[in-house]
């Protein structure tokens, strides 16, 4: 990656399916994420969560404290804490306290080894004490971009489901005879037509499902260079214009694909933690440094 190579946040797999979001009764519920509803960036590249066998068009940075083997590892211990988390039993909660536990044993051991080697040097304990800290930070950032990008391969498994259920039992009412654009009014429906054409409409999804943008992004800003461009899309992009004062950035204008002719690429300055809600600086450097964040606007 070039200096100047815009990375796109805060997805991480890419535009959501917008179909997912909305039914026939709320056809504007969906929130710009898909691709239908907003211009690709040309040459952007979307944050790697450090797994194997990164694709060519994301960044994977060099700060990942796992390598891509363990990251492998603990995204499968994430999914099956979901899992267990969605089968009613406690062994979630049991996994995540026993983590916790370890982490702070591990951290705890890390310092005794820290101190131990500083031979009673108070600055190099300090030193110690301040590694382990990082190091702890990045770990947890990280774990927190690979639960970001299990949620949004389940919420794109979810909407593929649902997808299917609604044409299947489309076919279903079709095969029966049943007009689901029927007026109903005025009469009830037997229950087996009624029911039928209800699961035969498209099912939205609620967008909780999707991870909260300011979680990924305070995340993200860890393994993120300062000096990298982020472009910015979806609810993430519809606050922050309302949040930063943008301006027309030429540019970035050309790398602006499939937008509407009156399309303008915009950016503004801001630290990251002006962009995350927080009132003051936070002390985490990847937090407070100022940063380029790019997106686009309408212009009459």
């Given at each position: ?9 805060p ?5 959501l ?7 026939p009764?709320?056809?504007?519920l ?5 691709a239908e ?7 952007a590249?979307?944050?790697?969560p ?26 499968g ?11 009613g ?23 005794i ?18 590694a ?5 930070a ?9 639960w970001?990008?299990?949620q ?44 039928l ?26 393994f ?14 519809n606050?922050?214009?309302d949040?930063?004062?943008f ?25 990251g ?24 606007r309408?212009?009459?």
């Open positions: 990656m070039t200096e100047s190579s815009p990375i796109l946040l997805l991480l797999r890419g535009p399916p917008l179909h997912a979001f909305e039914t009764a709320q056809p504007n969906a929130p710009a994420t898909g509803s907003a211009p690709q960036w040309s040459g590249l979307r944050l790697w450090g797994l194997p066998d990164a694709p060519a068009n994301y960044f994977c940075p060099d700060k990942y404290p796992f390598s891509p083997r363990e990251a492998q590892a603990c995204l211990d994430l999914q099956q804490m979901g899992d267990a988390a969605l089968s039993l406690p062994v979630g909660a049991a996994a995540a306290a026993g983590n916790s536990r370890a982490a702070r044993r591990a951290s705890e051991m890390a310092l080894k820290g101190l131990d080697s500083s031979d009673g040097n108070p600055a190099a304990a300090l030193a110690a004490e301040a382990r800290k990082e190091q702890l990045l770990s947890q950032a990280q774990k927190a971009l690979l970001a990008w299990l949004e391969g389940t919420f794109a498994e979810l909407a593929e489901l649902t997808t299917r259920f609604a044409h299947d039992a489309g076919g279903l009412t079709a095969a029966l005879g049943v007009d689901p654009d029927e007026d109903l009014d005025g009469f009830t429906p037997d229950a087996l037509t009624g029911d054409v209800r699961l035969g409409s498209p099912i939205a999804l609620d967008t909780s499902l999707v991870p909260p943008w300011r979680l990924v992004t305070a995340n993200a800003l860890y993120v260079p300062a000096d990298a461009p982020l472009v910015v899309e979806g609810p993430m992009r606050d922050l214009l949040l930063l004062d301006a027309p950035a030429q540019r970035w204008q050309g790398l602006l694909e499939n937008a509407p002719a009156n399309a303008v690429a915009v950016e503004a300055r801001a630290p933690w002006q962009v995350l809600g927080h009132t003051r600086p936070t002390g985490q450097p990847p937090l407070d440094a100022e940063r380029v964040w790019v997106t686009w309408i212009e009459a």
